[in-house]
């Protein structure tokens, strides 16, 4: 059973920096990983993703201003947030794809708040 978690959510002021990490109980090498939000009312949906091998996409509302990294030594990925806006308030959850299913972090909330 894989375990993911996320930490580095909080209240942060309008242009503020947040960053995100997700730690895995196992390897990431492997694996395709992503960061999602859900705000309240609405679904959830992809902020960033990188595969195994670096490559990255962002969702139209966060590129510039968002940038998803990964560390394998450490099975941990990040999602560096800057310019941060009242929009980008919900829930952040760190997905890992495998081929059998996903997994999913408990999530970890972000308030962008003055």
């Known amino acids: 059973q894989v375990q993911l978690v996320e930490s580095g959510g909080g209240l942060v002021q309008p242009g503020g920096s947040l960053r995100l990490s997700c730690t895995a109980s196992?390897?990431?090498?492997?694996?395709?990983m992503g960061w999602y939000r859900q705000a309240p009312g609405n679904q959830r949906e992809l902020v960033a993703r990188?595969?195994?091998?670096?490559?990255?996409n962002y969702a139209d509302s966060v590129k510039g201003r968002f940038t998803i990294s990964r560390d394998n030594a450490k099975n941990t990925v990040y999602l560096q947030m800057s310019s941060l806006q009242p929009e980008d308030t919900a829930v952040y959850y760190c997905?890992?794809?495998?081929?059998?299913?996903?997994?999913w972090g408990q999530g970890t909330q972000v308030t962008v708040s003055s």
């Open positions: 997905k890992q794809s495998r081929p059998v299913r996903d997994y």
């Open positions: 196992g390897s990431i090498f492997v694996y395709a």
């Open positions: 990188i595969t195994s091998g670096g490559s990255t």
